[in-house]
């Protein structure tokens, strides 16, 4: 296992992480300093998603064209430069700034991904995918937190400008630490139609669509969830976010060494499961500083970990395509953060924030069901 270059790419992720999970943790700011509703303001979560969701299988397979290491530095350089822009933007022009933020994100995250199974050997290949996905978690403990400080005390739209120098300073780190890595052999749209009608793929993808839409209900709208329960302030629901990106982390590289030894089929399981119940008992911890810290710890844990888990049984379902097979889950993923959110906000608008954790419960449950049908089979890869 590459240390070094894998760290660069965590580096990448978080940056990429930031970009797209920040945003949450300032949605009321941006609705009362832009005069939209706060269900308005989710569509900056949302569009961001879905874009991200519709390019990356397309821009998977032009991607297999170009080196990777090089495809990986422009991707980032777009991500800096939509964000720089969306600085002095309306709301109006921020979706769109979003969007193209979005295709970049898209490309780097999928090549980042795809660079790690060449950077570890097949017994370390979990940790190595924990330790990329760590850039994500990483996000959510300073990136989230950073911006909603940021936003309290200046403005909002420093958030972006934070987000725009992290994005440069992780395509300069990838320049000088990640080598050359090897393109994959080019992919043609047929290679997409074989992927695509493989029924453990499908499955996989299935399971990821529901268990992220399912998160982000919640996720997305979880700064107006804190408030609803009037215990804390602004400042703790900083701390509150910061000690769940922290668990994230952590559950990011526990979870990759589980999967190196008990398999991504239970470790997914698992994730699921331990979500749903933290989903069922989420609103009476809440009620205590205690119980906050807790939950939030536990639910961070479970719900990251399955990122490295579900990473992995993507190599195994797609090995000789795995920029198709990541950025098909990095599709469910998106579409599922896209459809959490919007799900998320007819809920918060029809029953309220407290009820955010029970409708996430519900379709964790349909997640567990799908995933629990979908077990590894020999041989179980993609014939590309």
């Known amino acids: 296992m590459r240390l070094v270059p894998l760290l660069a790419l965590t580096v990448a992720t978080f940056s990429l992480g930031f970009g797209e999970l920040m945003i949450a943790g300032i949605l009321p700011n941006v609705a009362r300093d832009l005069h939209v509703t706060l269900a308005a303001t989710g569509t900056l979560v949302g569009v961001y998603a879905l874009t991200f969701a519709i390019v990356s299988p397309p821009l998977a397979i032009v991607m297999t064209r170009i080196e ?3 495809g990986l530095i422009a991707a980032l350089l777009v991500v ?56 994500f978690s990483a996000a959510a403990t300073l990136g989230v937190p950073f911006g909603v400080l940021i936003a309290e005390r200046w403005s909002w739209r420093y958030a972006f400008a ?16 990640l080598p050359r890595v090897p393109r994959a052999k080019p992919l043609t749209w047929s290679d997409l139609a074989r992927v695509i009608a493989h029924r453990p793929l499908q499955l996989t993808i299935a399971v990821s669509l529901l268990n992220l839409s399912a998160q982000y209900i919640l996720t997305t709208y979880i700064r107006p969830y804190m408030d609803a329960t009037g215990h804390f302030d602004p400042a703790t629901d900083a701390w509150l976010l910061l000690l769940f990106g922290a668990m994230g982390i952590v559950g990011n590289v526990v979870t990759g060494g589980l999967v190196d030894r008990f398999g991504s089929y239970r470790t997914i399981l698992v994730c699921i499961a331990g979500t749903l119940a933290i989903f069922l008992v989420f609103g009476v911890a809440m009620q205590t500083l205690a119980g906050a810290a ?28 795995p920029e198709i097979g ?46 629990w049908r979908n077990p590894p089979a020999a041989p179980h890869r993609v014939p590309v």
């Open 162 to 177: 934070a987000v725009a120098l992290s994005a440069l300073v992780a395509a300069v780190l990838v320049a000088l630490a």
């Open 80 to 135: 800096a430069l939509a964000n720089g822009v969306a600085v002095t933007g309306s709301f109006g022009e921020i979706l769109m700034l979003r969007a193209i933020a979005a295709a970049g994100s898209a490309v780097a995250t999928t090549i980042a991904l795809a660079s790690v199974d060449a950077l570890s050997d097949l017994r370390s290949r979990g940790r190595a995918h924990g330790i990329v996905f760590a850039g």
């Open 326 to 371: 990541l950025a098909f889950n990095l599709t469910a993923f998106n579409a599922g953060i896209a459809l959490g959110s919007a799900a998320g906000g007819i809920a918060l608008a029809n029953a309220g924030p407290l009820s955010l954790p029970f409708a996430g419960a519900a379709l964790l449950a349909v997640a567990l069901g799908v995933a």
């Open 294 to 321: 807790l939950i939030m710890s536990a639910w961070a844990f479970v719900s990251w970990g399955f990122a490295p888990a579900v990473n992995q049984r993507l190599g195994e379902d797609a090995h000789a395509a």
């Open 68 to 70: 990777r290491r090089t």
